[in-house]
Every structure is written in C-alpha cells, then in structure tokens.
C-alpha cells in the first residue's frame, strides 16, 4: 500500500509525523506538507505564483503552499509511482460539522478524492492523545488493505482525544452544525495599527444522536463519509417557482 500523507497543520506538527511514524510499519509513506500552520485553508490553490518544494533528508516533502497544492502535487508530479490513498492528519483539534467547510485538513483528503483516489481525514479532538489517533488510523488502513471500500466517498475521522483503552467503538455519523461563529479579536501593534483575528468557532447547535458530535462526546471514533456536492435538491422546485415572476430584462 502505497499512501501520500498531508495535513493542514505543516509538516512538522506532531500529528503527521507520529501517525508517519506509524503507519510506515505496514505501507509506502511518502510525507508532502505545508512547511507551515496552513488551518482554515480550506480547498486554496495556489495559482498566482509558484510552489516552491524541499526535499528534507528524511525524504519528507515540505512544500510552500496549501493543503491542496500538497496533494495535486504530491498525487500528480511527487509521489511516483502514483500512491493508492490519501491521508490527511492527525489534525490538533476537531473537524466536526460545519468545521469541514473551512478544514485544510478535510480539503487534503477532498482533493485527493478529486484525483480518484480513496482518502481519509483524521482529526484528534484535542491535543494529547495522538498516538491513539494513530492506532486508530493504522486500523482504518489495515481494514482498507484487507477489504476496500468502494464508497467513493472521502471519510472524515474524529478521535476522541483519549487513551486507546477507553476508545467505545467506531460510529458512522452525519455533520452537526456550530452556531455562528461571532467573535473578532481586535489587538493594536506596536505603532498602533488595528488588528484583527478570527475568532474560535462557534459552540455546537445541533449535536443530537447521529451527528459527528454526539459520537466523539461519547468517546467513539465518528466517521462521516463526505461527498462535495453541495446541490440543495429540494430548492431548486421552489426557487424555479419564485423564478417564474421574476423578469429576465
Ligand atoms: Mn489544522
């Protein structure tokens, strides 16, 4: 199994290199990464410039650019031959709900998916546990050896951030949502300049049985298998209605 491992976080966060670290007993890893904190990217290319690549000396692929740069070139140019899977994370921190919207670390595995490839994005909600994220991973990918999944989905994986031991289980799930996100940070820099920073997220709004949120609260591995299209199929009846007295000239 050959597989190329991304993130969002930069290449030398400790989610990616303890989960490298692990599943190189068993598969191929080639690591290319954002050589920086690239969170929040979401599915950015980078077109108005070129992607400056380092080959570091443990064979580590850093590169200066977004999540989805690393993966277009990773699956298309780097990696040769081409890897089966794409693997995104250990994220320090959830993807959960409307989190995979805005995620560098979702949109890794999302292009790896655009690339006809199987991919998975893990997150640990938290920042202690991710050698447990990485069992759980290395798991994951074993079962995909054995038996492949042929979804054509990407899968979203959120680890409780708890030893091993006191995992439950694994849970299929759907998104729950945040409530808004309304807080701006506003600093002044040393020449008194405002500056402003993105607040965190919003706190859960729907968190019931079934979502992504219920199963982590309850200490299960949440797996929501993610497609991209975003189509509201039951509003385009009513928009074509509200269209018909609306005057194109
Ligand atoms: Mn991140």
Redesign the pocket.
Known sequence: MRILLSN??GISAPGIQILAESIRQFAQVQIVAPDRNC?GSSNALTLEMPVKIQRLGNGDISVRGTPTDCVYLGVNSLMVPRPDIVVSGI???PNLGDDVIYS??VAAAMEGRHLGLPALAVSLNGERHFDTAAIITSQLLRGLQQEPLRTGRILNVNVPDLPIEEIKGFKVTRCGRRHPADRVICQQDPRGNDLYWIGPPGDKDDFGEGTDFAAVEQGYVSITPLQVDLTAYAAQDVINQWLSQVKVT
């Open positions: 969002d976080d969170s994220n320090a921190g560098g670390t």
